[in-house]
């Protein structure tokens, strides 16, 4: 790993054991075994979460830990090879699980400390059946190719020199001989397989995995037959193909059982062969786990490690999985499975958002060589709610931006460099190419300043193309959900972090901010009032959006109008969600840019611009001021894109204490807002309003 992980002790903790050394057996980096948790039955762990909080972190972490010390694998079910066949092998004959199937293998074949290669002779027949299948028209060349990659899973790297490359040569024969012609092909391909195990160098384990495929069902005890069938099954597809597909992953089980079979290679090989699928929501991960649970629940064992990275948690086929946090599982994991429901024998760890101190350590590390103002840790952990790939990708824009970068806003859309050898782009596009579907970004853009379905269905019809309707909405809402975002009352996007990218981006697609002001005036009409008695919460709504298009007069009038006789409580959520709107700099009244970095809401919040204020006629003027200076103030310390202005944060703590004094009945709480909402804006936290058990303020209506 380029850079340690942070705040996942519970898998990798070697004293006392982590869950990673507690399912190997082994300590991680190190060939020191561990008792081991579960000696008999396995879970199939899951790692759950949204993209981002550090999934495929920890997969690589895991294969870099016990690499060389037991065999281990890594796939990743969104890579390119399991999206559709190469070198032209027809479909009928290859499947995302075939092709998982056959780099795992090649991946745990490879010698361990103490421990030479495994072989995988039942699988390697298997996969030959299957590649036979589509080999009617295809060249000699190609055949050959795809043969010897297969037989190299039984190649064991012993005395027997050439022994591979003698077997493929003769099933290549046979097979290119039917091609030709003179003998059924697929008969002709697994007739040589077989053969190969019978010759006289060939092992006795090896003839006994040759024989295995006589258990197939209806092949008479007949190996040739069983792999016929298997062969016909695979081409038939549907369920006939997920029969075939289950039994290749058991013979591949089955390999790795034999592998650790008898008294010398249970003394060299001290862990578990260790098995990790990243993505696994999409194919072949639920072929791969299904299979895998559904032997196991039907009593054929394994002592295979298997470890998955899985988007979201809510799938049906998991319905009965056992569920943990990640410390739930740092000492013991309390698993066990229902005999009745196999998707029990699964364990779905959710993994936990980094902590402020991880931010801290993250933040601290990257910048060792560059002054970093203070707050920079604790505002980076409040923009990204602990996601650890968006505190890393804004620590590398900190470290080659500061100290020029001025705020996290800077920071976002100033170019970061990832690799040497190639341009940077700017961290927020970086960002959003990993956290957002990259088929749905455009649309999510725009309604990603939506708060629930018919406010995105708005934005829709005025900013999206004519064919995306309602439905799409809706769709739209079911995948974010299946991606892992949190559904949030008041946010049609649920994550904070992911919904300000996208409102960034959105500011950003046009030179003069149009598609910005057209969304939010969009909303405006959407929650403008139709009678003379408004709905507060739509109000609400209203005053937010026109505050993100820099009107604050109407927004100050509402909270100073309320302020005598809304509870105190109800008011303090108001002034705290209205000021919640995104602030993307100044612009003049054409919508194009200041030149300036001023923060004009500091300047309105620490009181400089009264004196040229219009009051109202016919309202207290002290009041109306101290309102205007306390929204700008909010404005400023709860924007996610700016580090806290400590005078901003006394000027706060002042105008609540005056507020406090004219509402007897409220004065407790405003007192308390007083203290709590500096601390908590120098802190990094959402403001807290006193005794509300709400922690999501950006969804307050």
């Known amino acids: 790993m380029g850079r340690p992980l942070h705040g996942r002790g519970a898998l990798f903790d070697t004293d006392p054991a982590g869950l990673a050394s507690r399912l190997v057996g082994l300590r991680p980096h190190q060939h020191r075994a561990t ?15 949204g993209r981002g909080l550090g999934k495929s972190a920890v997969l690589g972490e895991l294969r870099d830990a016990y690499k060389g010390h ?6 990743d079910c969104e890579d390119v090879q399991f999206a559709r066949p190469t070198g032209g ?20 074949a490879e010698p361990v400390t103490g421990a030479g290669r495994i072989t995988f002779p039942r699988l390697m027949s298997g996969l030959v059946a299957v590649a036979a299948g589509g080999w009617d028209d295809a060249d000699s060349e190609r055949i050959r190719r795809e043969v010897e990659r297969i037989l190299l899973l039984n190649e064991g790297g012993s005395w027997i020199a050439g022994f591979a490359g003698r077997m493929a040569g003769r099933v290549t024969a046979n097979v290119v001989a039917a091609v030709s012609g003179t003998g059924p092909l697929v008969a002709s391909a697994i007739e040589a397989t077989l053969e190969s195990f019978s010759d006289s160098f060939v092992n006795r384990r090896q003839q006994r995995a040759s024989a295995w495929w006589r258990a197939y069902p209806n092949a008479g ?11 016909g099954h695979f081409r038939a597809g549907g369920t006939s193909r997920e029969h075939a597909e289950r039994h290749l992953v058991r013979a591949l089980l089955a390999d790795l059982t034999d592998a650790y079979a008898g008294v010398l290679p249970r003394m060299q090989r001290l862990g578990r062969p260790v098995v990790l699928i990243d993505n696994a929501q999409q194919a072949p991960g639920p072929g791969l786990a299904d299979a895998i649970l559904r032997d196991r629940a039907d009593g054929i064992a394994d002592q295979v490690v298997f470890v998955g990275g899985l988007r979201g948690a809510d799938r049906p086929a998991l319905r009965n999985a056992v569920r943990r946090t990640l410390a739930e599982v740092a000492r013991r994991s309390d698993w066990a499975p ?9 364990l779905l760890v959710a993994l936990a958002p980094l902590s402020p101190d991880d931010t801290l350590h993250l933040v601290g590390a990257a910048c060792a060589q560059t002054p970093a103002p203070p707050q920079l840790p604790y505002a980076t952990h409040r923009l990204t709610g602990g996601n650890p790939l968006g505190i890393v990708r804004l620590a590398d824009s900190a470290a080659q931006n500061l100290p020029g970068a001025a705020s996290l806003g800077e920071l976002l859309t100033a170019d970061v460099r990832l690799h040497d050898d190639h341009d940077g782009r700017p961290t927020y596009l970086e960002l959003l190419d990993r956290l957002v579907p990259a088929d749905r970004l455009d649309e999510l853009t725009v309604l990603a300043a939506a708060h629930d379905h018919d406010s995105a269905c708005a934005l829709a019809e005025a900013l999206l193309p004519d064919d995306f309707g309602p439905a799409d909405v809706r769709a739209l809402e079911t995948r974010l959900v299946a991606e892992g975002l949190p559904q949030v009352p008041g946010r049609f996007v649920g994550d904070s972090f992911v919904r300000t990218l996208l409102l ?40 937010h959006h026109e505050l993100a298009l820099g009107g604050a007069e109407s927004a100050v009038e509402y909270l100073r ?35 300036g970095r001023d923060d004009r809401r500091a300047a309105i919040a620490l009181g400089r611009t009264d004196a040229v204020q219009v009051v109202p006629e016919g309202a207290d003027a002290v009041l109306h001021l101290r309102i205007r200076r306390l929204l700008h103030a909010v404005w400023q310390l709860t924007d996610p894109l700016a580090l806290p202005d400590p005078k901003v944060c006394d000027r706060l703590r002042f105008e609540l204490e ?8 409220g004065n407790a709480l405003l007192w308390r807002a007083s203290r709590d909402w500096p601390e908590d804006a120098l802190a990094g936290r959402a403001l807290r309003v006193p005794d509300d058990d709400e922690d999501e303020p950006d969804g307050d209506a």
């Open 35 to 49: 008792a081991v948790e579960h000696p008999n039955e396995l879970p199939f762990v899951l790692l759950t979460g």
């Open 70 to 75: 037991t065999p281990v694998a890594l796939i």
């Open 89 to 108: 092998r027809p479909l009928e004959a290859w499947s995302p699980v075939s092709q998982a199937l056959l780099g795992v293998a090649e991946q745990l």
């Open 221 to 231: 005890a007949d190996a040739r037959r069983g792999l016929m069938l298997l062969s």
């Open 338 to 346: 229902d005999p009745a429901a196999p998707s029990s024998r699964a």
């Open 504 to 543: 960034l981006r959105l500011h950003h697609r046009d030179a003069d901010h149009g598609q910005w002001r057209l969304a939010h005036e969009t909303l405006i009409r959407h929650y403008a009032h139709s009678a003379d008695d408004e709905d507060p919460a739509r109000a609400r709504y209203r005053l």
């Open 561 to 595: 109008d309320a302020f005598p006789a809304l509870d105190i409580r109800i008011w303090l959520r108001s002034l705290r969600f209205i000021a919640s709107a995104p602030y993307f700099h100044a612009h003049d009244a054409e919508g194009h840019d200041f030149a």
């Open 658 to 665: 005056q507020l406090s004094n004219l509402r007897p009945a």
